[in-house]
């Protein structure tokens, strides 16, 4: 019985993942929406469901201190509990920067962020983001190291769009500073989307094999 209530207890806590995961997909395949086709709704429900990722990772983190202090967790078990704070944590962050990207929407509504200039470029940013995103998930779902290990490489599609996007407004952008601003900040927000998403594969390679690679 003992050991039935841990594993719910670790099952639990791999599912709360799994969704805080999910969660942090649909907000920036919702931001993209928002930023790219003007999309008022989708933005706006990109801020409202962020309270569901602010709530799981307080869930997460309330549920760890339990679980090290009565089942004094080792080994695997023990990696997944500490790995759990830390992927909430780039989880949540994830969720975050997307609703950066939706605020930005917002507040420039019912004017377009994206000029057609830089549309290709930020539209080729927000689905490598996604997919990355994907990927993560299917990381945490399967822990398959090979595939968080490929996650890195599609991390260099977005720092390289990122590169194009900034060249592009320091080459004699017509749409003026605020534009530029906009644009740089969802470039950024971007990027370190991305970066969070490598950090929770990262953190699935080290609870896989306990060492870190990527």
Do not use: F
């Not at 990772?57 to 830390?86: K, N, Y």
């Not at 992927?87 to 975050?96: K, N, Q, V």
């Not at 090979?146 to 900034?166: F, Y």
């Not at 605020?178 to 971007?190: K, M, P, Q, T």
Request: hydrophobic letters at 50%.
């Amino acid at each position: 019985m003992v050991r039935s209530g841990y594993d719910e207890q670790l099952d639990r806590l791999t599912g709360a993942l799994a969704v805080m995961s999910r969660e942090a997909t649909a907000a920036i395949r919702g931001a993209g929406t928002a930023l790219l086709d003007v999309d008022q709704e989708a933005a706006e429900s990109v801020v409202q469901n962020d309270a569901v990722l602010d709530q799981l990772r307080w869930d997460i983190e309330a549920a760890v201190p339990e679980l090290l202090a009565r089942q004094q967790p080792v080994a695997s078990d023990l990696r997944l509990v500490l790995c759990a704070i830390r992927i909430a944590g780039d989880l949540e962050r994830m969720g975050d920067l997307a609703v950066h990207i939706a605020k930005i929407v917002q507040m420039r509504y019912p004017n377009m962020v994206v000029p057609p200039p830089a549309a290709a470029v930020v539209a080729e940013m927000a689905e490598a983001a996604a997919r990355i995103a994907e990927k993560a998930s299917t990381v945490l779902a399967t822990r398959d190291p090979l595939t968080a290990m490929q996650i890195g490489l599609d991390d260099d599609e977005v720092d390289t769009a990122q590169s194009r996007l900034l060249s592009l407004l320091l080459s004699g952008w017509q749409y003026g500073v605020e534009s530029a601003i906009d644009l740089a900040l969802v470039g950024r927000y971007y990027e370190r989307y991305a970066d969070h998403a490598v950090n929770v594969a990262r953190q699935v390679v080290y609870l896989v094999t306990g060492t870190i690679r990527l």
